[in-house]
């Protein structure tokens, strides 16, 4: 028979290393969040006066920070989704012998290093690079557009960069399907389009909502693209949690800002997994 | 067969129908074609300019050279970024797949008090973003007077990585055939030996995966990295601190030989993985 202890065992490392290293940061933050600067002390001195105006300080100095953030994650998921879903339905149903080489072929561009290929995307789309040039000779945009240094420059990396953490739970449900149900459909009169809207996606949502989540989670919280390929008009709430964490060193507001987007980014994932109806994340 | 029967019967269609039929059925083909160039535009950009003869900033091109392929420590610290990188890397590889694998086998295998809390516990991590956490980190390690440095940053991969060899090694357990490990019992195998040389083995490929998975996660981390680093520098700090006035073209070689040499890792593991099918 199986000891009853075993499993335990076997999580008691790993979750001691979460509660430490996870846990209790997490209820550090919170308690920071409602400091004040000591009277007269020297800068990161900081005393618990549980202050949880700070919150409220925080969050209305910094209100536009959040909503774009949470406007750029938004259509970075979107566009990730609508850019994601054709190549996921294509590996699955369409990959046929190169299946697997295309998977590879999806995770591939992680290797080279993300920073990387951000900084590249700065330099393809910035005033040296092919796009802009060409773009002005053709007349698409005028001399004084540019590219980097937009919404849209942000938007456009953030889309890249978390593309595979869209497609690939998008194609492990996709690939799950039992093709016979998508004959069944067909043989049933339902033409292509109405095979893909009444069975191939409600199929597939464990994978839209898996998708969706890693993609939004990442980009909400992201300040990398806006640092490279923004401006100060493009900062985003990651921006202003880096600054004032590790510049101006102004921990309490740092903490406030970054508990509120944990909150929010929890409450807006439960509410979002509720409405899709699906349990199954992990 | 069946085309060929009816394109018989049908015998003259215009080559423009014939071809935007074929553009029709090949549709989601072509699109998947689209959509490979636009992942690995910027991939062939870094590649094309690592042979950039820049000198300084590796900006506009100047001419063909494999000079920064001979001398890839050319540019100063790249190299010593690379060697923080790679150690770190190695390092939340090692703890991040022993202790996630551990736990993968206590919630996969064993239906146990706690296990849901277990599971929240794995989730949280995969859901907190990055800057949170990394934030969090260093918070916890200024209040103990942990400077931060080397091996804050490993302990802050091990956090995130965690959860993801979790996830990928439970997957492969859930998929295994229990008939496997009755068979091995049946065979008079007991606990421990078929553990050994009957559950281990299956599961490897999915262990192998998640290590995989946590060295390139880690690698390529920023944020976490650049909240409790300190003072040291790991090659994507030291990209995104030269970004500003262009990085060496140096860089652009070590991230193309990274690539390549990935590539070359996941490309035989599938090759070796198919040869095994096919031997069992």
């Known amino acids: 028979m199986r000891k009853i202890s075993t499993p335990y065992l076997l ?10 290293f996870f846990i209790l940061p997490i209820i550090n933050l919170a308690q920071t969040s409602t400091q004040t600067p000591v009277g007269g002390g020297d800068t990161g001195q900081f005393e618990q006066t549980l202050r949880f105006s700070n919150y409220l300080d925080a969050f209305l100095e910094n209100r536009e920070q959040f909503g774009r953030s949470f406007v750029y994650a938004t259509i970075a998921t979107l566009l990730a989704l609508a850019i994601a879903y054709p190549l996921a339905y294509a590996i699955a149903l369409k990959g046929g012998k190169l299946k697997n080489f295309m998977l590879i072929l999806v995770i591939a561009p992680f290797f080279t290093s993300f920073l990387l290929r951000t900084v590249a995307w700065k330099q393809i789309l910035g005033e040296e690079g092919f796009v802009v040039p060409t773009l002005r000779t053709v007349g698409i945009i005028s001399d004084s557009t540019t590219l980097t240094s937009t919404s849209f420059a942000v938007v456009m990396g953030m889309t890249y960069n978390f593309l595979p953490f869209m497609t690939l739970p998008l194609y492990a449900s996709i690939d799950r399907i039992d093709p016979r149900t998508l004959e069944a459909s067909g043989d049933l009169y339902a033409n292509g389009f109405t095979t893909f809207r009444r069975v191939t996606l409600p199929l597939s949502m464990p994978g839209v909502v898996a998708g969706t989540l890693l993609t939004f989670i990442p980009a909400a919280g992201d300040y990398v693209n806006a640092a490279i390929l923004g401006s100060p008009n493009t900062k985003m709430i ?33 509410v979002y997994v509720r409405k899709a109806g699906t349990e199954e994340l992990v | 067969m069946s085309h060929k029967v009816k394109d018989a019967t049908i015998p003259h269609i215009p080559t423009g129908a014939r071809i935007s039929r074929w553009i029709g059925r090949n549709l989601i083909r072509i699109y998947a074609v689209f959509a490979f160039t636009y992942l690995f535009i910027p991939v062939a950009y870094t590649f094309a300019f690592s042979f950039n003869d820049s000198g300084k900033s590796n900006l506009i091109w100047k001419g063909f050279t494999f000079g920064n392929w001979q001398n890839p420590c050319g540019a100063p610290e790249v190299c010593t ?33 706690g296990r849901s809390t277990s599971n929240l516990m794995i989730f949280l991590p995969m859901a907190t973003p990055e800057i949170v956490l990394g934030a969090s980190l260093l918070s916890l390690f200024l209040v103990f007077k942990i400077n931060p440095g080397f091996w804050p940053t490993v302990i802050a991969h091990v956090v995130f990585c965690v959860s993801f060899v979790v996830v990928t090694v439970k997957a492969r357990i859930a998929s295994l055939d229990p008939r496997l490990e009755q068979a091995a019992m049946d065979l008079y195998a007991n606990e421990r030996e078929t553990f050994r040389r009957v559950t281990l083995p299956l599961v490897a490929p999915g262990i192998a995966a998640a290590a995989l998975l946590a060295f390139s996660l880690s690698f390529d981390d920023y944020i976490i990295t650049n909240f409790n680093s300190g003072t040291l520098k790991t090659f994507p700090e030291f990209v995104y601190a030269s970004a500003a006035r262009g990085i060496p073209a140096q860089a652009n070689v070590i991230g193309s030989a990274m690539f390549f040499l990935a590539l070359a890792i996941v490309i035989t593991g599938q090759i070796v993985g198919r040869k095994r099918k096919v031997s069992a």
């Open chain 1, 11 to 20: 999580l008691l490392p790993g979750v001691a290393f979460l509660f430490t």
């Open chain 1, 238 to 270: 990651g921006n202003v949690i880096e600054s004032r964490y590790l510049k101006i060193v102004d921990y309490p507001t740092a903490a406030a800002l970054s508990f509120t987007l944990m909150i929010v980014i929890l409450i807006l994932v439960t």
């Open chain 2, 81 to 113: 970024a690379l060697v923080n990188s790679i150690k770190i890397g190695f390092l939340a590889t090692f703890f991040s797949t022993i202790l996630g694998t551990m736990i993968a086998f206590a919630i996969g295998r064993y239906s146990f008090k």
